[in-house]
């Protein structure tokens, strides 16, 4: 069983920056696939940012140049840097998991991930 708590989300004018952290426990980050995911208001949960156990990077087009993932291995937490944040960033974030996976080979399909966290809520106001 993997267990993952977002935190960090909050109030943001546009422009500004937001750090998301999600501390993971059940299993390691640091040899497994991991992910960010968003959800809007009546719109459907879509992949954010991917980050495969062998530390390649997936971003989708939306916020390339924008969005950083990257993880310490030693706390076992997982980050998400936002910067130049649009109001259309506003939703639910939540990081998933496949499990004891190193390859992210589900890519944004969220029916690929097994573990959910609770999410953290982004409002970027104009």
């Known amino acids: 069983q993997m267990q993952l708590v977002e935190s960090g989300g909050g109030s943001v004018q546009a422009g500004g920056s937001v750090r998301l952290s999600c501390a993971a426990s059940?299993?390691?980050?640091?040899?497994?696939?991991m992910a960010w995911f968003r959800q809007a208001p009546g719109k459907e949960r879509e992949g954010v940012a991917i980050l495969h156990g062998t530390g390649v990077n997936w971003y989708a087009d939306s916020v390339k140049g924008r969005f950083t993932t990257s993880k310490d291995n030693d706390k076992n937490i997982l980050y998400l840097q936002m910067n130049s944040l649009k109001p259309e960033d506003t939703a639910m974030y939540y990081c998933?998991?496949?499990?004891?996976?190193?390859?992210?080979?589900?890519?944004?399909?969220?029916?690929?991930?097994?573990?959910w966290g609770q999410g953290t809520q982004v409002t970027v106001s104009s």
């Open positions: 998933a998991s496949p499990g004891r996976s190193t390859s992210c080979s589900g890519g944004f399909s969220v029916s690929a991930y097994k573990y």
């Open positions: 059940g299993y390691s980050v640091r040899y497994n696939c």
